[in-house]
C-alpha cells in the first residue's frame, strides 16, 4: 500500500507519497491524481522524497497525471528525488518531460 498525504503551497496541491510506486500501488496514486484534478486542483505536485522504488507503472502514472493536468490547463511537477530517482529520470528521458522543483 501506498502511503498518500496532502498539503497546500500557494496554489499547489502536494501529494506527499512514501512507499514504492509501482504496478500494486500505481493505481492508488492515479486514482489520487484523477480525484484531485476532476476537483478541480489542476496544480499538481508529487513529493517522492519517502519513495523506496518507483518501476515502470509509477513512471507511467506520473506521465498520465502530467497529461491530465495539462489537458485543464495546469501542471503536475515533481519534488524530493533521491540521487537513485534522479538516475531512473535521466535515463528514461522523464527528467526532460517533468519539472522537478524544490520544496
Do not use: Y
Not at 50 to 74: E, M, P, Q, W, Y
Amino acid at each position: 500500500m501506498l502511503g498518500i498525504s496532502q498539503s497546500t503551497r500557494e496554489q499547489w496541491n502536494v501529494l506527499h507519497i512514501m512507499g514504492e510506486l509501482d504496478m500494486g500501488t500505481g493505481p492508488q496514486l492515479r486514482q489520487e491524481i484523477v480525484r484531485h484534478v476532476t476537483a478541480g486542483n489542476f496544480h499538481i505536485i508529487i513529493d517522492l522524497q519517502n519513495i523506496d522504488f518507483i518501476d515502470s507503472t509509477g513512471l507511467g502514472v506520473l506521465i498520465g497525471g502530467l497529461k491530465r493536468a495539462r489537458s485543464h490547463g495546469g501542471d503536475l511537477r515533481c519534488a524530493g528525488l533521491s540521487d537513485h530517482l534522479k538516475e531512473v529520470f535521466d535515463l528514461t528521458g522523464l527528467g526532460n518531460v517533468l519539472t522537478v522543483v524544490d520544496l
